[in-house]
């Protein structure tokens, strides 16, 4: 009898140490899978102006294999640019200091981490010209804002269809430290829209994962929802030298009567904070861009917002 008891204390210690376990299997669930959008405009910062690269709208999806060690994330995104002059309601090309365009993409891009260092490869399509709908967008939205209506789509690009891929790399060259880090970024655009060298860093202070598992490089993925909230300011100035871009330029292959001179050396910085909890995160940015067209009057701020929500 006494033994009997003795079995039946041991199924019910297994039990519930399984049950236990399931529990604690079932909080510890991995994100494998995201979901993102990335906002920009120049209306965001309430400055009034409404021109140059005037409004950029991506969607983005990404995944990941089910297990913590693996360090690759992939995603597909798709998305528009928009570029006018630098007021959308102009009527006479001459008025036109900017050349007016669209780009419209989408493209499939890989991120990997060795370490703490950070390999970012894209590749994919688009076309600038009246096929990216930059004109239909705009009138859209302004008329549903009840703003005024963009007259100066007469004078948009030609279409031309784009090849394009990038890659970009973040090595890890000081020690992580709790509350404030530094990173350089080496990148380049290749292809028909976009060719070009990009050199800067960026400067995180707050609250931040290593690189592998932080919501700035999308590397919320792969980890579990108790994973460490993030709440940090960042700098991240970059200089590019342009060789050919395809909205102030146009085609690549043909002429067209629209096509603006290209500032070779621009300068473009960014101030933002990263927000991070669980599934949730959250990117606000200010953005500068000196004149890419040296027809181009003035240079230009923007405001970003990304968010992204991560699934299991």
């Known amino acids: 009898m006494r ?8 199924m ?6 399984f049950l236990l376990l399931s529990f604690q299997i079932q909080a510890q669930k991995i994100y494998t899978k995201s979901i993102g959008i990335l906002t920009e405009n120049d209306s965001y910062l309430l400055t ?24 690759t994330i992939r995603s597909i995104e798709f998305g528009q640019l928009m570029y006018n002059a630098k007021n959308g309601s102009y009527k006479e090309l001459k008025k036109i200091d900017r050349p007016v365009t ?3 993409f989408g493209r499939y891009s890989q991120t990997q981490f060795f370490g703490h260092n950070v390999l970012n490869w894209k590749a994919g399509i688009g076309t600038i010209g009246p096929n990216a709908f930059g004109r239909e ?20 690009f030609r279409n031309a269809f784009s090849v394009d891929a990038s890659i970009s790399y973040v090595p890890q060259i000081f020690k992580e430290q709790p509350t404030a880090n530094i990173y350089p970024i080496i990148s380049s655009d290749i292809g028909m829209t976009f060719t070009n060298i990009k050199l800067g860093g960026i400067l995180t202070l707050g609250q931040k994962n290593v690189n592998e598992k932080s919501a700035l490089w999308n590397a919320q993925l792969n980890q579990t929802d108790n994973n460490t909230t993030e709440s940090f300011f960042y700098i991240r100035p970059i200089l590019t030298y342009n060789i050919y871009n395809a909205t102030v330029q146009g085609s690549l292959f043909s ?15 960014k101030i933002g904070w990263q927000y991070a909890h669980k599934r949730f995160s959250l990117n606000l940015g200010i953005d500068y861009t000196s004149r890419e067209a040296k027809t181009q009057l003035y240079s230009q701020w923007y405001g970003s917002v990304k968010f992204g929500y991560a699934l299991y």
């Open 3 to 10: 033994v009997k008891r003795y079995r039946i204390g041991q």
């Open 12 to 17: 019910l210690f297994l039990s519930l140490a």
């Open 48 to 71: 009034g102006k409404d021109g140059y690269y005037t409004n950029g709208l991506t969607l983005s999806y990404s995944w990941t294999k089910k297990d913590t060690s693996n360090m």
């Open 102 to 104: 669209a780009y419209l």
């Open 137 to 156: 967008v705009q009138e859209f939205i302004h008329r549903t804002l009840s703003m005024h209506k963009p007259e100066e789509w007469q004078f948009q």
């Open 255 to 269: 002429e067209d009567q629209h096509a603006g001179v290209l500032n070779r050396l621009i300068f473009t910085p």
